[in-house]
């Protein structure tokens, strides 16, 4: 096969890839044809993976095969593996090992003189640059997620240590832009941008972890297409580009869902609070577990809205046989859920998904917010600060103008909960001190079992 033949095989390959992404990716966009999606952009990844050894001048065969053999192992285990609840910190994780990827490429290439011209120079630095970013930054997010590293570490003059890191990592840049020569350059290039994403994500609060999520997701993508005009390979540059627009639009979305501009994401501290709090009046007020299925029972619209703590206590499944025997009394069901509940984009739609929930009852905050003043019943099952009114009414709270659900409209708001402790952000949550509002304390998988038994023997 001569080397016409094999470029037109190659090119054809990559535009059949790319079609393949860009249709996965479309499919994703609605949960009923997501996991067709992640066939189809699988299935291009494979295609794109494949072709690549038929590149001209390639070698090293048995270390690719060796490497995408134990990545896939690992992956496929890992996968297998993962609960739910710890989906959030896989994704921050592996998307930490694209940014890295991404990075070892631009290393590659520095490292070995490759005077590919002042333009390929550039994008070969800024993919290498913002890939080192969101490989420490999404590692620090991991371990935040995991629990290695609980603490969130805020001082005077972080900003300015942000700024000293990044302006010299523009010099060293520079440096290795016009001088590619210098070996020592680069390798403090590399670590200087490692250290920034350290040191931008060490100040994240949990309740911003969704938009850091999707803000690396963003920079990984952006990494990736920057190497593809290096390596002027079109899958990279084509999935790069789809990764990071998606990721960029993501990232807008949830800062918007939390009321935080994208320069406030990027230049302030993740997640701060502040240390004067309107005070909150009144008690929470206990309920049984056979009062609220009474009151379940004989509602006529329901709305249920998830959280964090419904993931950690695996609860969706007795959640959905609740539903299913609330609907066959004939109770109107929906779920509620926020953009922003959960530790990544879309964890209460996946939870609901795996229990085998409908589509069809699943409505997101624009689209049930108005219900909210007809339903008899809201319950929250581990949801906080998404349902927090002090959002709408306290100018003082860090949360102040955050969109929320509107459970407080609810006649009556069950709240399923461990403790009387605050939420993730360390907010106190005055919706569990009005008058309609009762504690359901327990563990959600518990006290969900508690209510089905509850509603059955009615």
Known sequence: MNILNMALIIDVSYFLAAVLFIYG???MGSPMTARGGIVWAGAGMVLATVVTFLFPGMSNYILMMIAIGLGGIIAWISGKKVAMTDMPQMIALYNGMG???????????LYGGNDHGLTFGILAVLGGFIGAVS???SLVAFAKLQGF???????K????????ILVSTLVMAVIVITQPDTGNTISIFFVLALALGITMTVPIGGADMPVVISLYNAFTGLAVAFEGFVQQNPAMIIAGTVVGAAGSLLTQLMAKAMNRSLANVLFSGFGETTSEETEINGSMKPID???VGVMMAFANKVLIVPGYGMAVAQAQHKVWELTQLLIDRDVDVKFAIHPVAGRMPGHMNVLLAEAGVPYDIIYDENEINSEFESADVALIIGANDVVNPVARSDPSSPIYGMPILNADYAKNVIVIKRGQGAGFSGIENALF?????RMLYGDGQKMAS?????????
Do not use: C, H, M, Y
């Open 99 to 109: 940014g890295g990827a991404a990075a070892a490429i631009a290393a590659v290439e």
């Open 450 to 458: 508690e209510l089905i038994q509850a509603v059955k023997s009615l």
């Open 157 to 164: 003059g972080q900003q300015v240590l942000n700024l000293v």
């Open 433 to 437: 001190f009005l008058d309609q509002t």
């Open 149 to 155: 590293k609980n603490t969130t570490l805020r001082f």
């Open 25 to 27: 990716l479309k499919r």
């Open 135 to 137: 490989f420490s930054g």
């Open 289 to 291: 577990a056979s009062d």
